[in-house]
C-alpha cells in the first residue's frame, strides 16, 4: 500500500517523513489552531464551515494564516485527491511556526500549515448502539477569559486531564463543568439532553467550543418541529433527564446512557436520540452539505 501523503507547507511528504521543526511553537507551547473534518463518500462535509472556524481561532489569537480560505479549501481537497480519499478524517493544523526558545511570538515570522488526511479510529466500538458512559471529571472547562475552548487552540490540556480522569475511573467520556458547576460540555464534544420532548443544551458563553456537528442537530431540530432551548443545564438536570447525547465530527452523535453512575432514562438510546441520529445520517450523506473532492 502507498504511504499516506502529509501536506506540509504547500509540499507532500509520505507520512514515516512528514516532520516539523521542534522550535515550532505548535509544539513548544500549543500556540496554533485546528479543525477535524470529516469527508463521506468523496464529500467534505461543511468544509467552509470549519475553514470558517478556523480562520475565526486563528483572528483571536492575532495568527495570520498564509493561506486564502479558497486556497485553504483547495489544499484540503488537494491532498484528500493526492491520496485517493473518499472517506478520511481530515486533520488542519496551523502553528505560529518556527521561532526561538522564547514564547513571544513575534520571533515566529510564517505560520506553519499541516493537513492530514487519515482514517478516524473510533473511541468506543459499538457506542451508537449502546451509548457511552460519563463523567463529570474535577477539572472545569477553562474560563472564558483565559485558554477558552471558543477558539480551538492546540491547548488542549483541559481536555486531556478530564478525559485523563474518566481513563482512570474505567468510563467511557468525561464531562466537563464550567467555572459555575453547569454543564459546558465533553471533551471533544458538545451536549444535549432530552426532557419532556424538547432539546436543551449549554451555551457556548461559558467556555464551550460552537460545535459544528451540534449546528447540524440545531437545524434538523427546526425541520422535523422538536424544541430546542440553549440554557445553563445543572449537573441535577442531565441525572434526571429522559435522554441525553454527545454530539462531535469525530464522535457524530452518541447517546449517553450513564452519568456518574446514574442511569440516564432507560440506560439505552431513547426515541428521539435515535430520530435526531437518523436524521443526521441522512444529512451527512448529503452531497449538498459540503464539499465536492
Ligand atoms: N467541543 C470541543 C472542545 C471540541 O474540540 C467539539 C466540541 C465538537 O465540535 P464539532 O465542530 O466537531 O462538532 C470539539 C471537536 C476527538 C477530538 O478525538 C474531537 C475534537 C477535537 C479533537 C479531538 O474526538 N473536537
Same mark, same amino acid.
Request: charged letters at 25%.
Given at each position: ?123 468506543a466500538g459499538n457506542a451508537k448502539e449502546t451509548g457511552v458512559t460519563t ?37 467511557d467520556e ?11 460540555? *465533553?471533551? *471533544?464534544e458538545?451536549v444535549f439532553i432530552v426532557?419532556?420532548g424538547?432539546l ?17 442537530v ?8 422538536i ?11 442531565i441525572?434526571?433527564a429522559d435522554e441525553a447525547f454527545f454530539t462531535?465530527?469525530?464522535m457524530e452523535m452518541v447517546p449517553i446512557r450513564e452519568v456518574?453512575?446514574?442511569q440516564i432514562g432507560t440506560g439505552k438510546p431513547g426515541p428521539i436520540t435515535k430520530k435526531l441520529m437518523a436524521e443526521f445520517q ?12
Amino acid at each position: 500500500m502507498e504511504e499516506l501523503q502529509i501536506y506540509i507547507d504547500g509540499k507532500f511528504y509520505p507520512k514515516s517523513e512528514a516532520k516539523i521543526s521542534v522550535y515550532d511553537h505548535g509544539f513548544l507551547y500549543g500556540d496554533g489552531v485546528f479543525e477535524g473534518i470529516r469527508a463521506y463518500n468523496g464529500v467534505v462535509f461543511k468544509l467552509k464551515e470549519h475553514i470558517d472556524r478556523l480562520y475565526r481561532s486563528a483572528h483571536a489569537l492575532t495568527l495570520q494564516i498564509p493561506l486564502t480560505k479558497q486556497e485553504m479549501t483547495q489544499a484540503v481537497v488537494e491532498t484528500l485527491r493526492k491520496n485517493k480519499m473518499k472517506d478520511s478524517y481530515i486533520r488542519l493544523v496551523v502553528s505560529r511556526g518556527v521561532g526561538d526558545l522564547g514564547l513571544d511570538p513575534r520571533k515566529c515570522p510564517k505560520a506553519t500549515v499541516i493537513i492530514i488526511t487519515d482514517l478516524i479510529s473510533i473511541r468506543a466500538g459499538n457506542a451508537k448502539e449502546t451509548g457511552v458512559t460519563t463523567m463529570f471529571s474535577w477539572v472545569r472547562r477553562n474560563p472564558v477569559d483565559a485558554t477558552t475552548q471558543e477558539i480551538k487552540s492546540l491547548n488542549y490540556l483541559n481536555s486531556v486531564m478530564a478525559k485523563i480522569e474518566a481513563n482512570a475511573c474505567g468510563i467511557d467520556e468525561a464531562l466537563c463543568l464550567d467555572g459555575n458547576g453547569c454543564i459546558a460540555e *465533553g471533551v *471533544g464534544e458538545n451536549v444535549f439532553i432530552v426532557r419532556n420532548g424538547e432539546l436543551l443544551t449549554p451555551p457556548t458563553s461559558t467556555g464551550a467550543l460552537a460545535g459544528i456537528t451540534a449546528e447540524v442537530v440545531g437545524q434538523i431540530t427546526q425541520k422535523i418541529g422538536i424544541k430546542l432551548t440553549v440554557a445553563n443545564l445543572t449537573p441535577f438536570m442531565i441525572f434526571t433527564a429522559d435522554e441525553a447525547f454527545f454530539t462531535g465530527t469525530a464522535m457524530e452523535m452518541v447517546p449517553i446512557r450513564e452519568v456518574n453512575k446514574r442511569q440516564i432514562g432507560t440506560g439505552k438510546p431513547g426515541p428521539i436520540t435515535k430520530k435526531l441520529m437518523a436524521e443526521f445520517q441522512k444529512v451527512i450523506e448529503d452531497p449538498s452539505q459540503g464539499t465536492k473532492i
